[in-house]
T-cell receptor, first 115, second 116 residues
Framework: NAGVMQNPRHLVRRRGQEARLRCSPMKGHSHVYWYRQLPEEGLKFMVY????????ESGMPKERFSAEFPKEGPSILRIQQVVRGDSAAYFCASSPPSMSSYEQYFGPGTRLTVT | AQTVTQSQPEMSVQEAETVTLSCTYDTSESDYYLFWYKQPPSRQMILVIR??????QNATENRFSVNFQKAAKSFSLKISDSQLGDAAMYFCAYGSFIQGAQKLVFGQGTRLTINP
């Protein structure tokens, strides 16, 4: 069973461009979470999605950031008009519908660098 | 809102010795989970150990064990017989529940160095 996959692993964007980060959850997982890790800090929750629904986006910046998890395909975290402060590692995690293990499985992360 | 505090930005230990990493948290909930994650230089987040708040018994996974003090809201990680491969950032995390799934709140992390 493949783990959580994220691509690209590294992404470089100039200020003002758009960044699209993709996350494919583990097979059978229907819950996806996005976290952001700024340099020398812990991970910060951004958004929690289920298929075709945003459940909690309390950690998302109000502007320029959006996320989706369509019925088919990966979850996408989209950052429009990137600024230098968006440079960070973005992690996706997934969990199954049943929360018997209460564990989130993390992907390897995407490191975004804004120049 | 829940908060997680790791008061030790850096720790070091001699190989084969024991080290304890501290974590405190704040919550008004009674049902939750606590986790320790390891982040090596590869940046992959690896679950080390988890504790259910309703369980009084401290969790243990091989060389890793926790000291969970619910009343004090403390959740420390003990690593016994430290190995060079244990060198990493360690994050304490609190798991709360929203609509059937978890939202994790992480501490700032402790960088653990193992001295050969």
């Amino acid at each position: 069973n493949a783990g959580v996959m994220q691509n690209p692993r590294h992404l470089v964007r100039r200020r003002g461009q758009e960044a699209r980060l993709r996350c494919s959850p583990m097979k059978g997982h229907s819950h996806v979470y996005w976290y952001r890790q700024l340099p020398e800090e812990g991970l910060k929750f951004m958004v929690y999605l289920q298929k075709e629904n945003i459940i909690d986006e309390s950690g998302m910046p109000k502007e320029r950031f959006s996320a989706e998890f369509p019925k088919e395909g990966p979850s996408i975290l989209r950052i429009q008009q990137v600024v230098r402060g968006d440079s960070a590692a973005y992690f996706c995690a997934s969990s199954p519908p049943s929360m018997s293990s209460y564990e989130q499985y993390f992907g390897p992360g995407t490191r975004l660098t804004v120049t | 809102a829940q908060t997680v505090t790791q008061s030790q930005p850096e720790m070091s230990v001699q190989e084969a010795e024991t080290v304890t990493l501290s974590c405190t948290y704040d919550t008004s909930e009674s049902d939750y989970y606590l986790f320790w994650y390891k982040q090596p230089p590869s940046r992959q987040m690896i679950l080390v150990i988890r504790q259910e708040a309703y369980k009084q018994q401290n969790a243990t996974e091989n060389r890793f064990s926790v000291n969970f003090q619910k009343a004090a809201k403390s959740f420390s990680l003990k690593i016994s017989d430290s190995q060079l491969g244990d060198a990493a950032m360690y994050f304490c995390a609190y798991g709360s529940f929203i609509q059937g799934a978890q939202k994790l709140v992480f501490g700032q992390g402790t960088r653990l160095t193992i001295n050969p």
